[in-house]
């Protein structure tokens, strides 16, 4: 019994590991909800998982999608490209695509005029971004 305890969980954490944020935390707040729910209802088990596996959808999506959110992960990408972590043009594709995906949240159907815009309105680069863009 202890063996299947154990390959049941090597498999549960890799499909965790290879899903998206939704599937990996829908699946366990799915699996939580099938484990408690029927001790204390007749609810059928694959209803609890059913259940339990969309709860989380809408908060998860309406953090994601916050001011809050959308701030920090700028400034994330921001640190990596000072730590040297990623190359400048790797860093202006991921905030575009950051705000890319931002924008269809904000307002849908405008993505592609909002990033246009955006970048449309960077700035000059500077005497250290020309001698990076030389040496690249």
């Not at 699946?27 to 609890?48: K, S």
């Not at 339990?52 to 640190?79: D, E, H, W």
């Not at 990596?80 to 991921?94: Q, R, S, V």
């Amino acid at each position: 019994m202890n063996e299947i305890v154990k390959k049941a969980a090597l498999h549960w954490l890799k499909l965790n590991a290879m899903s998206t944020v939704y599937a990996a935390v829908g699946l366990t707040a799915g699996a939580l909800t099938a484990f408690i729910v029927p001790v204390f209802t007749d609810i059928n088990v694959w209803t609890a998982f059913a259940l339990g596996f969309f709860l989380p959808t809408g908060p998860i999506y309406l953090y994601a999608a916050s001011n809050r959110c959308m701030t920090r992960r700028l400034s994330q990408v921001k640190q990596w490209k000072d730590a040297g972590l990623i190359a400048d043009k790797h860093c202006e594709a991921l905030i575009n695509r950051i705000l890319e995906w931002y924008s269809g949240r904000v307002c849908p159907g405008q993505e592609t005029e909002m990033a246009g815009s955006l970048q449309d309105e960077s700035p000059e680069p500077t005497s250290d971004n020309t001698r990076s863009q030389a040496t690249e």
